[in-house]
């Protein structure tokens, strides 16, 4: 058991440590980045349906899930993503590797609990527009994190509830150069916006029986409006810029530090799925959220940027031919395929942003009791090449891996 913790610290010092390039996307200029998690790998493979768990997954979006689970699981993901972003004139590709959650699980009888961590926006952008008098150059990079503690439990048959802290914390910093025809010398604003703060999930699970094997699943889960802290720090330069994009600074000057708060809206899930016991499921989700205000960043936003509430679609299931075939491996493996269509609620010089992906995933059985790989494909686009816009267009291929083991058994003696 200490080895399996000593693990786990681990894992969570390196993933914290690890600073990533969550994205590079332009529309992450916007707000506080781009939304980052999806769910775990298994759910995600399902268009990142939240209903669907059992006693050696994780899900991470609803917490009443812990009351599902039965053996002790220690799950960690990564993913390929493919950028392929498009106007009407040209296009550029980029290919980067982000590490997407690191968690584990641990059943006590039919309560459950569950600590780690996982992104929840990501910024990265470098942008460049150019016109006959003024040339301007963006770049930003970070995000945030979220630290987590949940716990579950079936308070009664088939029915179980949940709930999950969560402390969010990143650093999003900015740089911002404007630069003038005939004139000497740039400005350049540098931005480090440090944000805190925690936010809550609540979750609940009802499982209708039909017949033996199989059931009716009705789930909902909510994060009510949270407020986080935003330090902002600003320095201005005065800067010349050589042809090899070398930068010297000529004066620069520290403003002072400015402190904020940031409304992080509340957000509805409702989820109905019918399955059998180990075998197939198939399911829907509904997502609301309200519109969201991040204006005090009024250093990336503009007249031309709005937010209103958003809602996302989702569809999926998998189907496990037979899970504990002796002979064909193929039956024991779980296929998983979904499709998702999202409505962000960002608008951009009057178009809305939105996005559609769909998703194929294998789970694999691997080594001892019911430890798993699985491997998952997601195709989906973001916005339009309308009113001189970008539509982006992402391929990800992603891996997790799942330890599974039975942890706090009482010893027996005759």
Do not use: C
Request: proline share 2%; aromatic share 14%.
């Amino acid at each position: 058991m200490i080895k399996y913790f000593s693990t786990v610290i681990l894992l969570l010092v390196s993933f914290s440590i690890y600073a990533q390039e969550g994205t590079f996307s332009p529309y992450s200029f916007l707000g506080i980045g781009n939304d980052s998690f999806k769910g775990t790998a298994e759910n995600r493979a399902m268009g990142g349906l939240s209903s669907a768990s059992d006693s050696i997954h994780l899900n991470l979006q609803n917490p009443a899930a812990y009351g599902d689970l039965g053996y002790t699981a220690l799950a960690a993901s990564m993913t390929v993503n493919s950028l392929n972003t498009e106007t009407n004139s040209q296009s550029e590709s980029q290919t980067y590797t982000t590490f997407d959650y690191l968690s584990i699980g641990i059943p006590f009888n039919r309560f459950g609990v569950g600590v780690g961590l996982k992104p929840v926006t990501s910024v990265g952008y470098n942008i460049e527009t150019r016109d006959a008098e003024f040339s301007n150059q963006f770049e930003g990079k970070g995000g945030l994190n979220s630290v987590y503690f949940s716990a579950g439990t079936e308070l009664f048959n088939n029915f179980k509830i949940g709930g999950s802290v969560n402390y969010n914390f990143g650093t999003l910093d900015y740089q911002n150069i404007v630069s003038q025809a005939q004139v000497q010398y740039a400005t350049r604003e540098i931005i480090k916006n440090e944000i805190r703060g925690f936010t809550f999930d609540l979750g609940v699970m009802k499982d209708f029986k039909i017949s033996k094997n199989t059931y009716l699943r009705a789930s909902a889960s909510y994060q009510p409006e949270a407020e986080l802290d935003a330090t902002i720090n600003r320095r201005l330069a005065s800067v010349q810029i050589f042809t090899n994009n070398n930068v010297v600074v000529i004066d620069e000057n520290k403003l002072p530090e400015n402190t904020s708060t940031l409304t992080i809206p509340s957000e509805t899930t409702l989820g109905l799925g019918l399955g059998e016991t180990r075998k197939w499921y198939i399911g829907a989700d509904y997502v609301a959220k309200d519109a969201s205000n991040f204006n005090d960043l009024d250093f990336n936003f503009n007249s031309d940027v709005s937010y209103n509430a958003s809602q996302t679609f989702k569809l999926g299931g998998f189907f496990t031919p037979r899970y504990n075939d002796p002979v064909r491996f193929y039956n024991r493996l779980t296929y998983r395929a979904g499709i998702r269509f999202e409505e962000t609620g960002l608008n951009y010089r009057g178009e809305d942003i939105n996005e559609f992906g769909i998703t194929f995933g294998v789970g694999i059985p691997a080594g001892r009791v019911f430890t798993n790989a699985n491997i998952g494909v997601e195709y989906f686009t973001r916005g339009t090449k309308n009113n001189n816009l970008i539509e982006e267009n992402y391929l990800s291929v992603f891996l997790s891996f799942s330890f599974n083991d039975k942890w706090f058994i009482k010893s027996k003696f005759n």
